[in-house]
Each structure stands twice: as C-alpha cells, then as structure tokens.
C-alpha cells in the first residue's frame, strides 16, 4: 500500500497495512539546506511543494551527510513516511480590480501597503534569524478601516487555475497527498491575518456591529472561493484557522466558527466526495467538546501534553463517528536530546489511545535542528507496532 493510499484510506475508515506516518519535514530541510545565513534566497511556506527540480536541493547546508544529495522527496522515499504538502493558493489566482498593493523591503522587515479609493491601509511584518516571521502591524488598526478592508475584499477576483494544482498533484504522487488550501474563515481572517487578537477584542466590546458587518463581508468574500475549490483536483480541501483556545475562547469558537464551519462543510461534502481538514495545533482542552460537530473529517497538527493541554484518549473520546486526527509526537523531543526510548514509547501511546483514528506525525511540524534519524525510528516503529 503507498502512503497515499494509506491515507485516505484511514480518513475513509478503509482498512491499512499500517499506521499512517505523515511528518512535515519541510522548514528542516530548508535550515539543513541554507544553514545559519541570514538570507534565504527563496523561503518556502511550512508544508508548502519543494519541487525536486528547485535550487534549493543542490545547496549542501549542513545537510546530515546521508542525505546530502536526495531532495525532500528522496528523503521521505529513504526515511519511509508519507509526505503531507499544503496547496497554497495553487487552484485559483486572485487579482485586483481597482485595489494598488506594493511591498517594501527593509532588512528584515516587510511593508505591505494597500491603496483605495476609501483609504490607505499598511501591514509590517518581520523575520526573526531562525526564518519565522510575525506581524508587528495589522493592516486594520480599528473598526474604522473597515470599510477600506470591505472595499479591499469585494474588489477582489477570483479565477480557477487547476493546472499548477494537478501539476503539484502528479510530483507528489503516491507518495503522499496535496491539500487545497481554502485559507482561513471570517474571524479567523479578522483575528490572524487584518486586525490581530487585540483589535479584534476592543473592537467585539465597543462596536459589535461594525464587527458584524465585516464578518458578513468576509463570510460573503469566503464563499465565493468554495465553488472553485470544490472544483480543483485532488481529493482533500483544509482551512487552516491554527485553533489555540488561549488565542480562540471556548465562546468565541462556538458563536463565530463552529456555524461558518459547518456550512464550509455541508457545501463541500454535498457538492463533492473531498474530505476536509482544520488546523487544531493548540490548547483545546475546552474546545474538544465541540470539535465533533464542525463537520470536517479530519483534525490536523494535534499535539498532545507536554507541548499542549490534552492526552491522545481525550482527542480520541471527542471525536465525531467518522473523524480523524493527526496527532504527533511532540516537537520539542527531537532536539532535546531525549532517550530514543522515551519517545518511542510516547509514539507507541499515541498508537495504542487514538488507534484506528490516528494519522502520526511530529507535532506539529519538524524542528529546524531536529533529529532526523529519530524520524526514522518512529517510521520503523510503525511497520511492526500498532493496530490498524
């Protein structure tokens, strides 16, 4: 069985050889390839298509000896594990009608300004050494940019251009599956990407209808992109809200994405046979009662205590009927220097206390300088080890 078949075949509740093992090795290839430089020439989203063909592989880094001359591919080829790659923006292309957007950049940062005929709005981001980067500046400052912002998404068009998604498809093949990213839903739009968890919070308290009004906006703009996602290749759609109760309260995910969630949801599964997935990478101890009512088939980036606040039975007593998890060994292990047996047997828990409705993996996403041999390990572990 290949590992995409593995794959789908859980997320189908289909019988497999074995546990599916999905890591996302993709921000330590980039690190082990370019090292400590400062500058990367090209910096590749998290989970994001390297292709075998890119620049990036023939740079030797500090790339582990071993694997100094494989690509990402080759390496999950020889490590054995599936590869699970997020289709950024790889089904459609977005333009502007009216809407001038430039971007600066200075030293590390990054200034984003958007010109309309309502007003101007900027965003700042900045790069830290290690490449993670954050938004210091929101282009929302409070709710009277909103209608700058509504001007901003409604001037926007959306076109189908499947081909850079089937090509991404056909590299990837049976070694793993490519997601169409559907992006973030209306709050999660607010809170992570125009006006930050602050703003966002005054502005609920001082002007609930104002908040209102651009959530509708946004749900409105959101909806649109469901018909050509429906439409793309591929057989999995994931809308990636990166759910952390301590960012998205217990009320705040029940009133503001729980019913966008289960609309998303409704619309996809009754225009199409794809399955779903959400980004759940957070604390969520209080959330876990719901999840099994969002509609999506699969929760994504679950990492268990000690990274987060919940053990695998918990995860796996919430789940829906038909509903599956990713839930991985926590990160932080591989670079702790850590007993191989202790995180074989932490991996060996996860197997035995979410079972039949796990897909493993690194917590969510493979450290820098983690330790890739101990990627191995857990590989081999699940060729011998679990019930299927």
């Not at 409604?154 to 056909?170: G, N, P, V």
């Not at 039949?356 to 450290?367: T, W």
Request: overall charge negative.
């Amino acid at each position: 069985m290949t590992h995409r078949d593995r794959f789908l075949n859980r997320i189908s509740g289909k019988s497999v050889d074995r546990v599916p093992f999905f890591p996302d090795i993709s921000m330590w290839y980039q690190w082990q390839r370019y090292g400590d430089e400062q500058q990367w020439p090209k910096v590749y989203p998290p989970g994001g298509i390297i292709p075998p063909d890119a620049e990036i592989n023939s740079r030797p880094g500090i790339m582990p000896e071993r694997y100094k001359d494989m690509n990402l591919f080759q390496i999950a080829r020889d490590v054995d594990f599936g590869i699970p790659i997020h289709g950024y923006g790889i089904f459609m292309k977005t333009t502007y009608k009216t809407v001038k957007i430039t971007t600066e950049t200075r030293d590390k940062d990054t200034i984003t300004t958007y010109v309309t005929p309502k007003g101007t709005l900027r965003a700042l981001t900045s790069r830290a050494d290690d490449h993670s980067s954050c938004t210091r500046e929101y282009m929302v400052k409070s709710p009277d940019d909103f209608p700058i912002l509504e001007y901003i998404v409604t001037d926007r068009e959306y076109t189908a251009d499947y081909a850079r998604a089937q090509t991404a498809i056909d590299t990837v093949d049976s070694q793993g599956y490519v997601n169409m990213v559907v992006g973030r839903s209306p709050m999660g739009n607010l809170v992570h990407d125009y006006m930050g968890i602050e703003q966002t919070a005054f502005a609920l308290f001082d002007e609930p209808d104002k908040v209102k009004r651009i959530l509708q906006v946004l749900d409105e703009n959101c909806q649109r992109v469901w018909p050509l996602v429906a439409g793309s290749p591929g057989k999995v759609i994931y809308l990636c809200d990166n759910m952390d109760e301590f960012l998205i309260a217990p009320d705040w995910y029940r009133d503001y994405f729980l019913p966008y969630y289960q609309r998303f949801n409704e619309y996809i599964h009754g225009k199409t046979g794809k399955k779903t997935l959400t980004h759940m990478d957070g604390r969520m101890t209080n959330l876990l009662p719901m999840v099994k009512d969002n509609g999506f088939d699969v929760l994504d980036g679950c990492t268990p205590a000690p990274m987060n606040d919940f053990e695998p039975r918990t995860l796996r007593a919430a789940l829906a009927s038909r509903q599956y998890a990713y839930c991985g060994v926590p990160s932080p292990f591989f670079i702790q220097r850590m007993e191989e047996g202790e995180i074989l047997d932490f991996a060996k828990r996860i197997i035995d206390e979410v079972n039949d409705r796990l897909i493993l993996n690194v917590g969510d996403i493979m450290p820098n300088r983690g330790d890739i041999e101990m990627v191995r390990k857990i590989a081999d572990l699940t060729r011998t080890y679990g019930v299927c």
